[in-house]
């Protein structure tokens, strides 16, 4: 499973971005994908994941502001980032949980990182 995220940029507080992740290979194979972000300094945390029957888990600081979706037909999902704030600045990075086909491990693959800047 590879991930490829992109949508970052530059905003001002209280704009919107909408961030992507696409997904290709095995991907009937994903339990879960999730954003994380790691603001300078400080550790990679959840932002929110979807899982595969649709339960979405937010972190409470993005909660009403921040909503999941996914397009099944094109592989995506989407976190689309409203009333942002200076405190959302970060490196935004997409995960895949995924079972292998014969061994039924659990893998997690990550996609490279998109950089939102939010101004004040």
């Known amino acids: 499973v590879q991930l490829q995220a992109s949508g970052g940029g530059l905003v001002q507080a209280g704009g919107s971005l909408r961030l992507s992740c696409a997904v290709s290979?095995?991907?009937?194979?994903?339990?879960?994908i999730g954003w994380y972000r790691q603001a300078p300094g400080k550790q990679r945390e959840l932002v929110v994941d979807i899982r595969s029957d649709g339960v979405t888990n937010y972190a409470d600081s993005v909660k009403g502001r921040f909503t999941i979706s996914r397009d099944n037909a094109k592989n995506t999902v989407y976190l689309q980032m409203n009333s942002l704030k200076p405190e959302d600045t970060a490196v935004y990075y997409c995960?895949?949980?995924?079972?292998?086909?014969?061994?039924?491990?659990?893998?997690?693959?990550w996609g490279q990182g998109t950089l939102v800047t939010v101004s004040s």
């Open positions: 995960l895949a949980e995924y079972i292998a086909t014969m061994s039924g491990d659990i893998f997690y693959s």
């Open positions: 290979g095995s991907t009937f194979s994903i339990n879960a």
